[in-house]
């Protein structure tokens, strides 16, 4: 998962940061804090902590959930989990290093997929940094187990903002398919432009990974 870093950068666009938190808690406040940190044995749920909480007498770290879980809800509002490519057809496609060519201006992670095997083994899933040339440089590798014929798996990948070809290694086919009408689904900042691989044009198949989920966080998908 992608997580943000919580800055106390006065020019925040958050109104409540955790300077702002701890300034109106003020001195004493922070004491019984820290005091009720040390104090606590049981985990409790973090908004209902803060609810609860008397003056002077609150987690800073339970603020700090709080504030993540808005953060993190925010990012969903600005680009709602999805599933792309359509159901699995076409045909079975072996060449390695055929993939989906994407960019994304924004975080995310992806999530499970559906594979159409032509037989049992193991492949390896893989994203790497893509520049319509030549270059092909792996961020993420994940070998996946799958049985012949249709499989859902975790590609589970956390890719910050770039250009990018998820693809795959193996020494079997899975199935790609060529859409008539191409609809690259591109929209909140991610653009899918087709299947290529490094030093060929994007062309308007789909390669591999059907039904693929993404979204601005792991805890966020459908």
């Given at each position: 998962m992608v997580d943000q870093n919580h800055t106390d950068d006065p020019d925040s666009n958050h109104h409540w940061t955790r300077r702002t938190f701890i300034g109106a808690?003020?001195?004493a406040g922070i004491a019984g804090a820290?005091?009720?940190?040390n104090a606590q044995s049981q985990p409790t749920d973090p908004v209902v902590e803060l609810e609860n909480a008397a003056d002077g007498n609150v987690d800073l770290r339970a603020f700090d959930e709080v504030l993540g879980r808005l953060e993190?809800?925010?990012?969903?509002?600005e680009f709602p989990a999805r599933r792309i490519g359509s159901a699995p057809r076409g045909q079975?496609?072996?060449?390695?290093?055929?993939?989906i060519h994407f960019d994304t201006d924004q975080p995310i992670h992806l999530g499970t997929a559906t594979v159409d095997a032509d037989q049992s083994?193991?492949?390896?899933?893989v994203v790497a940094d893509y520049d319509g040339n030549n270059q092909f440089d792996p961020v993420h590798q994940r070998d996946i187990t799958v049985e012949a014929g249709i499989n859902e798996i975790d590609l589970d990948m956390a890719l910050e903002p770039g250009e990018y070809l998820l693809t795959r290694d193996g020494g079997f086919p899975l199935r790609r398919s060529a859409w008539s009408g191409w609809e690259s689904q591109s929209r909140d900042g991610l653009e899918?432009?087709?299947?290529?691989?490094?030093?060929?044009?994007?062309?308007?198949?789909?390669?591999?990974?059907?039904?693929l989920h993404v979204a601005a966080h792991e805890?966020?998908?459908l």
């Open positions: 808690l003020g001195a820290a005091a009720n940190v993190r809800a925010a990012d969903a509002l079975q496609h072996g060449a390695s290093r055929w993939g083994g193991t492949f390896t899933a899918l432009y087709g299947g290529a691989k490094p030093g060929y044009e994007s062309n308007r198949y789909w390669y591999y990974y059907f039904d805890d966020a998908h």
